[in-house]
């Protein structure tokens, strides 16, 4: 039998232990399995078995040890070999009136075990698969480590419009093309950034991230390329820039289409020579960076107008990674909130559970013109002001909420052009329900004892105030009794606080 299919998928070959008190056995094992292409060590007593285990540089890929020995139990070799490695396979040998405590030692983690006497061939392929299962175990261990350093931190959803860029990211991480990430302000193109530093050869290097929009035109040049002592009024230090400081790392230049044409020049020079020069410096320094460039802009419509460089452009515009707005990915809303409510609430020291189902509906209707920046300034505000764990609707800005802005004054007396009675009534109306829905935590039924209604009389004032929700049109239209058992009540505050 060929050694590939016990042997470790690596290069290596695969290392065996066998721990048995008989020289005859001992030495019979050896052969077969050197023969197998295996490494073999051997033991001849529990204590030289356990000092072979312990001391190895490494976990031994299976060990094979008789159940009774002179001077102790192969479970204790079983214990050994399982806190040093939890993936060493082990195959215990025992004497037919020791086969139930062999079936012991397979629940507490061996592999299998053998009846002696055994044949060679029986011993030989049980070898082989308890070693195909430690390779599998090993690979399924090494796939996951290598998706989990994948996974960029801080880009999250599920949506296909981020598989998409989590997948670039993934796949342009050492590429040696200039990266352009375009989107609109606040869907984390520095996050993006970070994402491929992070993932990069480069990330024990700096990333250092330049807003060319905040940096005035004048003292750019200076920033980016460092310029020498008394170069201009007030250089009274020599300074390395931008560049030189982020040596063997990477740049972000975030707003890229905000750089002056002057400054675009020079840029251009360094993306194709890698060499820079200080301000009052005759010569050039060679610099190893890689440069990520990130705008809100439509830098093609820039070009068009010549107020960016079209020959910048394409060498920025190597690799492009377009961020979808959080209103084309909404499905990834109810992540993202959960992540800044949990991070914030860490920060305030707050407890929160969830946000409510009212409160989640109106984030998802919600179009989020500032994208996910906005969602995390949004719950930020929410745990600030929140004085209940569940985030609901009253918690929301008003405009996230559904709500009117500014609601009409509340009447106290009778105008003398008169008024519209229903209109007036119904905004009292609105603003009791609203107000008790946001105490209660969106939960129906305690919002009705506040209002003094059953629990229909409740759902048919929210349709006639177009703030029901499905769930309400269909418990009506089903005839849903006017009350729910306290059972069903509690479940309901769990299934809120879930969400």
């Known amino acids: ?84 490695s939890a993936n060493t396979e082990v195959i215990i040998m025992t004497a037919f009136g020791g086969v139930e405590t062999a079936i012991d030692a397979m629940k507490r983690g061996a592999y299998d075990f053998v009846a002696k006497p055994f044949a060679t061939s029986e011993l030989r392929e049980l070898v082989a698969k308890a070693l195909e299962r430690r390779a599998l175990v090993t690979e399924n261990e090494r796939l996951r480590a290598k998706v989990s350093k994948a996974q960029p931190q801080g880009l999250l959803g599920t949506s296909d419009a981020m598989a998409r860029v ?78 030189r400081e982020a040596d063997g790392g990477t740049v972000l230049l975030d707003e890229v289409g905000e750089l002056p044409l002057g400054l675009q020049v020079k840029l251009l020079r360094v993306l194709q020579e890698r060499k820079v020069r200080a301000v009052g410096q005759s010569v050039e320094t060679s610099v190893d960076v890689r440069i990520i460039a990130a705008t809100n802009r439509q830098v093609e419509n820039d070009v068009k107008s010549g107020v960016f460089r079209q020959d910048l452009y394409y060498r920025l515009n190597v690799i492009r990674i377009e961020l979808p707005p959080l209103r084309e990915r909404r499905e990834d809303i109810p992540e993202l909130a959960a992540h800044f409510l949990k991070r914030c609430a860490a920060e305030h020291q707050k407890e929160f559970s969830a946000f409510s189902a009212d409160a989640l509906r109106a984030l998802d209707a919600y179009d989020f013109p500032g994208n996910v920046r906005e969602l995390e300034n949004l719950v930020e505000r929410a745990v600030a002001l929140a004085t209940s764990s ?91 009794g006017a009350r729910l058992s306290s059972a069903a009540a509690l479940r309901a505050v769990r299934i809120e606080r879930k969400e």
């Open 1 to 84: 039998m060929s050694p590939q299919p016990g042997a470790d998928r690596s290069e290596r070959r695969a290392r065996v232990l066998v721990v048995d008190d008989e020289q005859g056995l001992r030495e019979v094992l050896s052969i077969l399995l050197r023969r197998e292409g295996y490494d073999v060590v051997l033991a001849s007593s529990l204590r030289t078995g356990i000092e072979a285990l312990t001391g190895a540089p490494s976990p031994y890929d299976l060990i094979i040890t008789d159940l009774m020995m002179p001077d102790g139990s192969g479970l204790e070799v079983l214990s050994a070999a399982k806190r040093r």
């Open 166 to 243: 989590v997948d670039l990211v993934g796949r342009v991480a050492n590429a040696r093309g200039t990266v352009l990430i375009t989107g609109e302000s606040g869907t984390g193109k520095e996050r993006v950034a970070r994402a491929i530093h992070d993932l990069s050869d480069r990330a024990s290097r700096p990333f250092v991230v330049v807003n060319c929009g905040a940096i005035p035109d004048e003292l750019m040049e200076s920033e980016l390329f460092g310029h020498e002592k008394g170069a201009f009024t007030g250089a009274v230090t020599r300074s390395l820039g931008i560049f």
């Open 390 to 480: 569940v985030i609901g609707l009253g918690d929301l800005p008003r405009e996230v909420a559904g709500l009117s802005a500014e609601p009409t004054p509340m009447l106290t007396a009778l105008p003398e052009e008169g008024c519209d009675l229903d209109a007036v009534l119904g905004e009292v109306e609105r603003r009791l329900i609203v107000q008790a829905l946001e105490r209660s935590g969106g939960v129906r039924t305690i919002a009705a004892r506040m209002l003094g209604l059953s629990l229909r009389s409740l759902r048919y004032r929210l349709q006639k105030l177009s703030l029901a929700t499905e769930d309400d049109t269909v418990a009506l239209q089903s005839g849903e």
